[in-house]
C-alpha cells in the first residue's frame, strides 16, 4: 500500500538523520615519545563522551592488542568513557616474553604518563585498570600514590602464582586508599574466589569483587574464543560500583 512505501522511507530518512547527528566512535594511534618512559597504544574515542578516562593496560604475557582489551574498551568507550589501552614499558622495550625482574618501577612509571596524558584528554574522573600483572602494578602504584585515579578496575589480579598459595601478593594491599573493582574467574589457579575475598578485606577502601563463573585467568577471551556477555558485565558493574 502506498502509505506503508512512505512510512518506510520516512523512518528510513530518520535513521539517516540520526546516523549524521550522533557522533561516531573512534579508535586511533596514540605515540608520545616526549615521555619517559613512552606512552603508546590506542585512543578510543567515545561518540558521547561522559567526560570521564580509562587507561587499560595488559598482562605479562600479552600486549595492549589482547582480545580482553579490546573488548573492554569497546565496551567503556560505547558507554561514554574515553579508554587509552596501552603497552607497558617492558612491552615496548621487547614485543615478547614476560617482564623482567626490573621492569615493575618502569612499568608503574609508564602507567603514572599514561594517567597524566588522560588527564590532559578528558576534564572528568579518570581511572586506571589492566589484566593481571598490569593490575597488579596499578594497584602497587596507587597504594604509593594515594589519589592519583578515582578508581581501579582489576581484571585477575594475580595474587599468587599457580599452585603457590602461600606466596601471596598482598603486602600493599592494606595501603590502597583507592576504590577497587576486582573480575575474577572461578577457575582461575593465580587465586580462587575465596582467596580474593580474604586478600580484598586487607583493603582499606571500598573493594567489590565480579566472580566470573567458569572462567579461567584469560576470563573466557584464549585465542579466538571470546566470552561475548563479559564486557558487558564488566561495564554493568562498574557503573554501579562507581556511579
Known amino acids: 500500500m502506498w502509505w506503508v512505501k512512505e512510512w518506510t522511507a520516512e523512518v528510513r530518512a530518520r535513521k539517516n538523520r540520526l546516523q549524521v547527528l550522533r557522533p561516531e ?14 606512552v603508546r597504544g590506542l585512543l578510543h574515542r567515545p561518540g558521547d563522551p561522559n567526560g570521564d ?28 568513557l574515553t579508554v587509552l589501552r596501552c603497552d607497558l614499558p617492558f612491552r ?4 615478547y616474553g614476560p617482564p623482567r625482574p626490573g621492569d ?28 593481571s600483572y598490569g593490575g597488579r602494578q596499578a594497584t602497587m602504584l596507587c597504594a604509593d600514590q594515594s589519589g592519583l ?3 581501579l578496575v582489576l581484571l585477575s589480579y594475580p595474587l599468587h602464582p599457580p599452585r603457590k598459595p ?14 577497587a573493582l576486582f573480575v575474577h574467574g572461578t577457575r582461575d589457579p ?3 574466589i575465596e582467596e580474593m575475598e580474604a586478600a580484598i578485606k586487607l583493603i582499606p577502601s571500598k573493594a567489590e569483587l565480579l566472580p566470573v563463573e567458569g572462567a579461567g585467568h584469560d576470563l573466557g577471551f584464549k585465542g579466538k574464543t571470546k566470552r561475548q556477555d563479559l ?13
Open 53 to 80: 578516562g580509562l587507561v587499560l593496560t595488559h598482562g605479562a604475557g600479552s600486549n595492549w592488542n589482547s582480545p580482553l582489551l579490546i573488548a573492554v574498551a569497546e565496551k567503556f568507550a560505547q558507554s561514554g
Open 166 to 179: 602461600t606466596q601471596l601478593r598482598t603486602q600493599h594491599l592494606p595501603k590502597l586508599q583507592t576504590r
Open 231 to 243: 564486557p558487558a558485565a564488566i561495564s554493568t558493574a562498574f557503573h554501579s560500583f562507581f556511579g
Open 92 to 95: 615496548q622495550i621487547r614485543s
Open 190 to 192: 593465580f587465586g580462587s
Open 104 to 131: 615493575a618501577q618502569h612499568d608503574r612509571e609508564g602507567l603514572k604518563n599514561a594517567i597524566d596524558k588522560m588527564k590532559r584528554l578528558v576534564s572528568g574522573r579518570i581511572f586506571l585498570g589492566g589484566h
Open 149 to 151: 585515579v578515582h578508581g
Open 25 to 38: 566512535r573512534s579508535v586511533e594511534p596514540f605515540n608520545d615519545t616526549s615521555l619517559v618512559p613512552a
